[in-house]
């Protein structure tokens, strides 16, 4: 299983990027989604998630109305529209799946294969 995370670079504050995730060797369609984030000298951290279907979607508070979580099944890819941008969320950004699961989750530990992360920096 393969997620390859990109879209991640420099921006000043109140801009915006979009990231996204590629899934290979793992039947995407069937199973949850979402992104986590980790700041230097912190632990890594909820942002985003997403069920199979696009029903269901989660957001950490510190994200809820700027960023925008979304899937194509079709192109086993996910995307996080990040919006009105912030010094704090300078972080690497990871893409993560569930194994077995559709169901969206905001726990690191209910997804089982993770991309190489993307960096993002936000300057003020």
């Known amino acids: 299983v393969q997620l390859q995370a990109s879209g991640g670079g420099l921006v000043q504050a109140g801009g915006c990027l979009r990231l996204?995730?590629?899934?290979?060797?793992?039947?995407?369609?069937?199973?949850?989604m979402g992104w986590f984030r980790q700041a230097p000298g912190k632990e890594r951290e909820f942002v985003a998630a997403?069920?199979?279907?696009?029903?269901?979607?989660y957001y950490a508070d510190s994200v809820k109305g700027r960023f925008t979580i979304s899937r194509d099944n079709a192109k086993n890819s996910m995307y996080l529209q990040m919006n009105s941008l912030k010094p704090e969320d300078t972080a690497i950004y990871y893409c993560?799946?569930?194994?077995?699961?559709?169901?969206?989750?905001?726990?690191?530990?209910?997804?089982?294969?993770w991309g190489q992360g993307t960096e993002v920096t936000v300057s003020s």
């Open positions: 997403i069920s199979w279907s696009s029903g269901v979607t």
């Open positions: 993560a799946t569930r194994r077995t699961s559709l169901i969206a989750s905001t726990r690191r530990d209910d997804y089982s294969y």
């Open positions: 996204s995730c590629a899934a290979s060797g793992h039947p995407f369609s069937r199973y949850a």
